[in-house]
């Protein structure tokens, strides 16, 4: 750790990373590349330290009371809490690159010579992961083209007629509201499974949607629309797309056939709404489907 010792007033002052004001004249405030900050009053205190500094300043109270530093030229020799922290600062960080120990030190005089200090440690290398990463349009259209038309591929869907050969797909919003959606041929599939992925972002531009949601997005997408879904749909498609869902459910996912058993608990409620055969009211049963909703 690099020690910069600053003879001016302790406010204002500014991270050197993120430009944020740390030090005002009533108040301090941290920024994500701060370590701690140390206010040399009442014997010195250790603020708003990271988990890993407390740790250390932990060790070098116990070291202290264990003597283990009876013979330790101290830098910083006021009280305990003021050894603690030299041991801190000078041994613990000693080989940490890329941190700096700011003190800035006020020196006046009243009845004599008086200074007051107060040190940061600032992460000089620190890079903030947490800024909103931009999705490389190239990559956002290799996956989801077409993402202004997908509102209308979805309202197009809901007129779709069941077939017996084709799928059929349930999903509800958080209010339970929900209705069918069809798919008859792998065209439709292609046309309607990127707009299932993002359904939660329909309306707005893709730059808004975050690169962590974005990855996972994708990787549904390409898991399964890579595989021949259309032919045989995989049992965690259901699943991995909930997951990437907050604002929808999908409730069932699967052949038209498949509602004819009740087989499930979905296709269990359907049939008791029903109330018919479907083997002798092959038709009606299709005719109901296609009306079918919740609201």
């Excluded at 004249?25 to 590349?33: G, L, M, P, R, W």
């Excluded at 200074?115 to 903030?128: A, H, L, R, T, Y």
């Excluded at 798919?183 to 990127?194: D, K, R, S, V, Y």
């Amino acid at each position: 750790m690099q020690y910069l010792r600053l003879s001016r007033k302790a406010t204002p002052f500014y991270c050197p990373v993120t430009g944020e004001q740390l030090l005002y004249e009533d108040n301090y405030h941290s920024s994500v590349a701060t370590l701690f900050h140390f206010i040399d009053i009442d014997g010195g205190k250790l603020i708003d330290e990271k988990p890993e500094i407390r740790l250390l300043y932990n060790e070098a109270l116990e070291e202290l009371l264990e003597g283990k530093y009876n013979n330790y030229n101290f830098k910083f020799d006021a009280s305990e809490a003021t050894k603690a922290f030299d041991v801190l600062v000078h041994v613990k960080l000693k080989n940490h690159t890329n941190t700096v120990l700011f003190e800035l030190c006020d020196s006046g005089t009243a009845c004599g010579p008086i200074s007051n200090s107060v040190f940061i440690g600032i992460d000089m290398g620190f890079i903030n992961t947490s800024e909103k990463a931009e999705i490389d349009f190239e990559t956002f259209t290799f996956c989801f083209s077409g993402f202004e038309n997908y509102e209308s591929v979805l309202f197009n869907a809901t007129k779709h007629k069941p077939l017996l050969n084709g799928y059929a797909l349930f999903m509800e919003d958080t209010m339970g509201c929900g209705g069918f959606y069809f798919i008859n041929n792998e065209e439709e599939w292609i046309n309607l499974l990127p707009a299932l992925v993002l359904l939660d972002h329909i309306n707005q531009e893709y730059t808004s949607i975050p690169i962590e949601v974005f990855d996972s997005l994708q990787k549904v997408y390409l898991d399964y629309f890579n595989t021949g879904l259309y032919e045989q749909l995989p049992q965690d498609f259901t699943t991995d797309l909930n997951a990437v869902l907050t604002d929808y459910k999908i409730v069932f996912f699967g052949k038209v056939t498949d509602l004819l058993e009740a087989n499930s608990e979905f296709s269990t409620e359907l049939l008791e709404e029903f109330d018919n055969n479907t083997k002798t009211h092959l038709d009606d049963f299709l005719i109901f489907l296609s009306s079918y909703s919740k609201y």
